[in-house]
């Protein structure tokens, strides 16, 4: 029972400095992908959305809002779901208001080491290649690896994982086009 205590004790004195931590860190993924100059505050101005349809999972993903001078500048999904050949991948999305990617990166997976882990920024520039791109910039034919006929480089040894991963960005901004009036409201 004295031990029972002593964790209920612990776990409130650090479980507030925990969830701080953690959205300090989502808050570095952000602004990552969220260049944009906006002058609100992005864990104030957030929303979430739920769409199993639309994202392959039932999970809830977060909409960080962009604002500048009350107009609308961007959004950040997180986490968006990717398959990659070990199981899901999550990502954070950013969108400008204009359905340009201002950056992707990912922020958790599980993929074998010198493989599949090479779409993870710290690894490799592999996941720069979305920068910038857009639904009217890309062809639907380009999103996919080379080896399929599109416009982004593969992972030797790894193409499940980039598939994955293209086709959940590429999702994310069909989505956004879909709703993007209603998700700055």
């Known amino acids: 029972m004295v031990s029972s205590l002593v964790i209920a004790g612990l776990h409130a004195l650090t479980g507030q400095r925990i969830g701080m931590n953690r959205e300090r860190l989502m808050l570095a993924v952000v602004r990552d992908v969220m260049p944009l100059d906006h002058d609100n505050d992005l864990l104030a101005d957030r929303i979430e959305i739920s769409d199993a349809a639309a994202f392959g999972s039932p999970d809830p993903v ?22 990659g050949y070990n199981g899901r991948i999550d990502l954070a999305v950013g969108v400008s208001v204009a359905g340009d990617l ?8 599980g993929e074998t080491p010198g493989l599949g882990d090479q779409v993870h920024q710290s690894q490799s520039d592999w996941i720069r290649q979305f920068d910038s791109r857009s639904l009217d910039n890309t062809p639907e034919s380009a999103w996919a690896v080379r080896h399929d006929g599109g416009q982004f480089d593969q992972i030797s040894g790894a193409t499940i994982t980039p598939r994955g991963l293209i086709q959940a960005v590429r999702g994310t901004l069909e989505y956004y086009r879909r709703n993007q009036d209603s998700l700055y409201r």
């Not at 977060?62 to 398959?83: E, I, K, M």
């Not at 201002?102 to 997976?109: A, E, I, N, Y």
Request: aromatic residues 6%; glycine residues 10%; proline residues 10%.
């Open 62 to 83: 977060s909409l960080f809002r962009a604002r500048r001078n009350g107009q609308p500048a961007g959004l950040v999904f997180t986490p968006v779901p990717a398959r």
């Open 102 to 109: 201002t950056g992707v990166r990912v922020t958790r997976h």
